[in-house]
């Protein structure tokens, strides 16, 4: 009875979790019109415009670096593999499908929950100790719209092009190996994997970073406004934004992926 | 007699089932300077934050200008934060943005001002605390008692008819919450603002405030002129107004833990 009492308290608190990230997401929704040029309200924009540079801008070194990374390592492993069969031809499927598909939205979305995840929890924390927060509302400001909405948008458009460059640098590493191990030209290379990936692979690669994009921005911004206490709570909250982030990127990942293999199976 | 511009009725505050504060009542009249003093823990920031809409309370109500702000619509609660100006304790400028941007912010984005009016009345309010030269330069780059008045240029951008200072003078040197004191006075005779202070500073309540309220324990003990106040025999009173300590009453778990580490246990059994 105990283990049961646990259990349905822990669905509880998730469920009530994700209803919390829901209903934020649904006010940042309703409050972005406000930030866009020319519709929204003067120079707000700019808020967002800021946002996108610390989120994508600044990220690109690191996402182009370890994609390219992944993606060698991913045909050298593969390779290691196909070699044996006669079929080294299939790296190129595999690492031009598995990162369209897969590693370059979920390894971007796991480089922007350490780097921006974290960063948004630590800034709204701190606005939350040093009254930054009350002092917006007691303006009849909004902090959803005056913190949160600029974040989101900078997060929804960024993370999706990271994740293109993501999905390229990979690509390329693969053809780097492609070339040493078979001599193989970064033309031919490019038209195999052209001829490979369909639309719909990369639509659903970007369809993925775009929920990662929300999940990231949402918990990190949520665990900042739950601080509570001193500067020790907002090192805490910056632990469980990228803890909790990182859980409901990987379990949404593996949501999406059983429903897009379903969705092709069923239509096979 | 005018109606009062903050009533607060049967205030009830409990906080995980600990009650904070018990049932208190005050009125703010227009235009007066009202102190609410109190020791730590009595609840005055507490109740501050319920006045400001900031909380929801267990039960009371809290009428400003007459509206109930934990039964009215979010517009209606909107318009009184227009008309209502706070400085935090801990300031709360916006780190990002200078000085002069923290003024200019309410300004911009709840008024349709131009910005060259914008750029003239953020002078003017930056002027009326002295930082009138200092609009250029960000938060952290200022002393605590710049900040101070920072948050009061802020506070007073949008011409409120209330103004709410918490502890507008912890953590400043006296010289520094004196030139504090004078601004608030200052506020009240130019712009006929109703203040409202929470502060444990006597010398600074005696000196700025029309009534003092002081709260202890989470009920309030006394409302009081400055003059009625200061003569008031409530024994918990006195001892706030004469620094009086409370006595530290002698634990035997504490009398016991200290033998134990003196190696006594036992010898008086």
Same mark, same amino acid.
């Given at each position: 009875m105990k283990l049961l009492e646990t259990v349905g308290s822990c669905v509880i608190q998730g469920l009530a979790y994700v209803g919390g990230l829901t209903m934020q997401s649904w006010s940042e929704l309703r409050a972005t019109p406000r930030l866009l040029p020319v519709l929204g309200k003067r120079g707000r924009w700019l808020t967002a415009m800021r946002q996108m540079a610390e989120i994508g801008v600044d990220a690109l070194p690191i996402v182009s670096v370890l994609s390219v990374c992944a993606g060698f390592i991913l045909a050298m492993q593969t390779g290691a593999v196909l070699r044996r069969y006669g079929a080294l031809q299939y790296v190129m499927d595999v690492v031009g499908v598995g990162f369209t598909r897969e590693l370059g939205p979920i390894l971007t979305a796991l480089i922007v929950c350490g780097r921006s995840g974290s960063a948004f929890s630590a800034e709204i924390g701190t606005m939350v100790v040093t009254s930054e927060i009350d002092a917006l509302r007691t303006m009849a400001l909004d902090p959803i719209e005056f913190v949160l909405t600029p974040k989101y948008i900078a997060a929804m458009i960024t993370i999706p092009c990271l994740s293109i460059i993501s999905n390229t640098f990979g690509i390329l590493a693969g053809s780097a190996f492609m070339h040493i191990t078979t001599r193989i030209t970064l033309p031919m290379y490019l038209r195999y994997i052209y001829n490979t990936i369909e639309l719909r692979d990369i639509l659903t690669g970007l369809l993925k970073s775009v929920v990662f994009a929300g999940i990231i921005v949402n918990v990190g911004c949520m665990e900042g406004l739950r601080v509570k206490g001193g500067p020790d709570a907002v090192g805490r909250s910056t632990t469980s934004a990228v803890v909790r982030s990182t859980y409901l990127v990987i379990i949404a990942d593996a949501f999406f992926t059983a429903i897009f293999y379903l969705v092709r199976m069923t239509g096979a | 007699m005018a109606d009062p511009i903050i009533s607060v009725d049967g205030l009830t505050v409990e906080?995980? #089932?600990?009650? &904070?504060?018990?049932? &208190?009542? /005050?009125?703010?009249?227009? #235009?007066?300077?009202? &102190? /609410? &003093? #109190?020791g730590s823990g009595s609840g005055k920031t507490t109740m501050l934050r319920h006045i400001i809409g900031l909380e929801r309370p267990t039960s009371g109500t809290v009428r400003v200008r007459g509206v109930d702000i934990n039964r009215c619509s979010e517009e209606e609660l909107m318009a009184i934060r227009r008309t209502m100006g706070v400085a935090f304790q801990e300031c709360a400028l916006f780190n990002s943005l200078s000085l002069e941007e923290n003024i200019e912010l309410p300004l911009q984005e709840l008024t349709t001002l131009a910005d060259p009016v914008i750029e003239i009345m953020t002078y003017m309010k930056l002027a009326a605390v002295g930082l009138g030269e200092s609009g250029k330069l960000m938060p952290p780059e200022l002393s605590g008692g710049m900040k101070k008045r920072a948050a009061v240029a802020r506070a007073t951008a949008l011409d409120p008819e209330i103004l709410v200072f918490d502890e507008p003078s912890a953590g400043l040197d006296p010289i520094v919450a004196a030139g504090l004191d004078e601004l608030i006075l200052f506020m009240k005779r130019a712009f006929q603002m109703t203040i409202l202070v929470v502060s444990h500073e006597m010398a600074s309540a005696f000196r700025i405030a029309d009534r003092i309220a002081m709260l202890d324990c989470g009920s309030l003990l006394a409302v009081d002129s400055k003059d009625a106040f200061r003569k008031n025999a409530n024994p918990r009173i006195r001892q706030f107004l004469d620094r009086v300590p409370d006595p530290i009453t002698e634990s035997p778990i504490v009398r016991e833990h200290i033998r134990e580490l003196a190696g006594l246990t036992g010898a008086t059994k």
């Open positions: - | 906080y995980e #089932g600990k009650r &904070v504060l018990e049932s &208190v009542s /005050l009125n703010i009249e227009p #235009g007066e300077v009202m &102190v /609410l &003093v #109190g």
